[in-house]
T-cell receptor, first 109, second 114 residues
Framework: EDQVTQSPEALRLQEGESSSLNCSYT??????LFWYRQDPGKGPEFLFT???AGEEKEKERLKATLTKKESFLHITAPKPEDSATYLC??????????FGPGTRLSVLP | DGGITQSPKYLFRKEGQNVTLSCEQNLNHDAMYWYRQDPGQGLRLIYYSQIVNDFQKGDIAEGYSVSREKKESFPLTVTSAQKNPTAFYLCASSTRGLGNQPQHFGDGTRLSIL
């Protein structure tokens, strides 16, 4: 069965303290991996799509990378406004999106 | 501005009652989806539709029904057969049905039991 796990479940950082979030997946055939940001009471906001191992995407303080088994979302010098839940999802050859449970990030001033 | 509009933001259901959640998009997307989000779990797919007048069951379709009479609209009915309906419901759309294109989400409807 296709599965996506994310770690840690929750992460607290001081402003400026860089860190990484992990998304590990086991799928029948990866066609794309997606990162979303979700604020409380809101829908997920699309951040990145990664299609193949070795690919990297950047946006402001965020950088997403992909290997054959996992993806990392690196957050460099985070600010309080980066506080949110970050969701990872994979799209597989079975033509289904599978979402992970998310990592809840808190950045303290 | 283009986007997805879900209404209402909050909804309460009585025992034995059917309720309908609205989802409208003006992104000209062909595909639309309904997900359920529970605390500590990933989004779970309820129904999806790739074209008008056609829709498919997702992983947890029991107790739910949908219609797709217009490209812009994909309402979800939570029937009385859904015994645990309390959750956050998210509607999404994309340019291709279940393709490797990102989904765009509305801001959700929170459903509770009275």
């Amino acid at each position: 069965e296709d599965q996506v796990t994310q770690s840690p479940e929750a992460l607290r950082l001081q402003e400026g303290e860089s860190s990484s979030l992990n998304c590990s997946y086991t799928v029948s055939g990866l066609r794309g991996l997606f990162w979303y940001r979700q604020d409380p009471g809101k829908g997920p906001e699309f951040l990145f799509t990664l299609y193949s191992a070795g690919e990297e995407k950047e946006k402001e303080r965020l950088k997403a990378t992909l290997t054959k088994k996992e993806s990392f979302l690196h957050i460099t010098a985070p600010k309080p406004e980066d506080s949110a839940t970050y969701l990872c999802a994979v799209y597989n050859y079975g033509q289904n999106f599978v979402f992970g449970p998310g990592t809840r990030l808190s950045v303290l001033p | 501005d283009g986007g997805i509009t879900q209404s209402p933001k909050y909804l309460f259901r009585k025992e034995g009652q059917n309720v309908t959640l609205s989802c409208e998009q003006n992104l000209n997307h062909d595909a639309m989806y309904w997900y359920r989000q529970d605390p500590g779990q990933g989004l779970r797919l309820i129904y999806y539709s790739q074209i008008v007048n056609d829709f498919q069951k997702g992983d947890i379709a029991e107790g739910y029904s949908v219609s797709r009479e217009k490209k812009e609209s994909f309402p979800l009915t939570v029937t009385s057969a859904q015994k645990n309906p309390t959750a956050f419901y998210l509607c999404a759309s994309s340019t291709r049905g279940l393709g490797n294109q990102p989904q765009h989400f509305g801001d959700g409807t929170r459903l509770s039991i009275l």
